[in-house]
């Protein structure tokens, strides 16, 4: 696999009363671009979140000004402010040196959507583009629980799947990204929207959850409720989930050893019974040697990526 270089440093640890990262060389922009979602936040150097702003947008429609409406309302949240730089977690494939993303398979609008530009106009601050896995390893390793490790895998679940590897201190992907969300898992199985069949993505995304619970007849397909039902059916289906997560995760630890295994997304949602579920799984599949694999829960869903977009400014200063 191709990798990059990415230089990292550790940053103080951030206290919300302390507004040095404001005074320190000013206040970060990140962005986090989803099909039908863009969420936009305020942070200081030392990744305090000071303000955020999200909104949504039909990811049905081809119409890139759908995203532009989408992105001017979310970046209201600079308001005042001039971000010493604004990084961007985007879905799909993505293009770094040309600030676009270049395709997102359920969102037809973001096709060669050069959301640098747009966001250079809106704000007059440089902007970086990222893959989101890539994006959400860097804030893991910068903010959260990949701190002082060489080595860790930093997971994204629900709506969008994949993965970022740090690994012996370098981010493992090539530019523009590949999460591992089209890796194929299975001979045979459901069509995915890439048009090949087998896709990791079609059996451990929040979509196939919601199918699978409406084939089961249960009332519903979130894993917040179903981790609290004492219904057979839904128990079942909640280790299935975490067993199709393990499909792809135990190939990432069998060939990079990683350890640590940072979850983020829909899967804080079934807390700590299915992170101990997950945990247990992928220990079973894991080759001998080595660390034992170690899965955490890690910041909210909603704001893993915008602290791993302010990462990426950082590294690149």
Same mark, same amino acid.
């Given at each position: 696999m %191709?990798?990059?270089?990415?230089? @990292? +440093? @550790?940053?103080p640890d951030p206290r919300p009363d302390d507004p040095a990262g404001e005074r320190d060389g000013g206040v970060l922009g990140a962005v986090e671009v989803l099909p039908g979602t863009v969420r936009a936040a305020l942070l200081t150097r030392g990744g305090v979140v000071r303000d955020r702003a999200q909104a949504r947008f039909d990811a049905t429609s081809a #119409?890139?000004?759908? &995203? #532009?409406?989408a992105? !001017?309302? *979310?970046?209201?949240?600079?308001?005042?402010?001039t971000p010493a730089g604004i990084g961007? %977690?985007? *879905?799909?494939? &993505?293009?770094?040196?040309?600030? +676009?993303?270049i395709e997102v398979n359920d969102a037809p609008a973001l096709r060669?959507?050069? &959301?640098? #530009?747009? @966001?250079t106009a809106l704000t007059g %601050?440089?902007?970086? &583009?990222?893959?989101?896995a890539r994006v959400q390893v860097l804030g893991d390793r910068w903010f959260g629980a990949g701190r002082g490790r060489r080595s860790f895998a930093s997971v994204a679940t629900g709506e969008v799947l994949g993965v970022g590897i740090l690994y012996d201190g370098q981010v493992l992907?090539?530019?523009?990204? +590949?999460?591992?969300?089209?890796m194929t898992v299975t001979a045979t199985g459901e069509l995915c929207t890439c048009g090949r069949r087998g896709c990791w993505k079609t059996v451990a995304t929040s979509r196939w959850l919601r199918g699978r619970a409406a084939e089961l007849g249960l009332e519903s397909g979130a894993l917040s409720d179903l981790v609290t039902s004492d219904h057979s059916a839904a128990l079942g289906l909640v280790e299935e989930y975490a067993e199709n997560l393990v499909l792809g995760l135990a190939t990432v630890q069998q060939l990079f050893a990683c350890g640590l295994f940072v979850l983020h997304g829909e899967a804080l949602d079934? !807390?700590?019974p299915f992170r101990t579920l997950v945990e247990s799984r992928l220990r079973e599949d894991a080759l001998g040697g080595g660390e034992a694999p170690t899965v955490v829960l890690g910041e909210p869903s909603d704001t893993g990526a915008l602290l791993g977009a302010a990462g990426l400014v950082l590294s690149g200063q």
């Open positions: %191709a990798h990059e270089r990415i230089p @990292l +440093r @550790l940053v #119409d890139p000004a759908v &995203v #532009d409406r992105l !001017g309302e *979310a970046a209201r949240v600079w308001a005042g402010h961007v %977690a985007a *879905a799909g494939v &993505v293009d770094p040196a040309g600030g +676009r993303i060669g959507y050069p &959301v640098a #530009d747009r @966001l %601050a440089p902007v970086r &583009v990222e893959h989101r992907a090539p530019a523009g990204g +590949r999460s591992g969300a089209h079934g !807390g700590e």
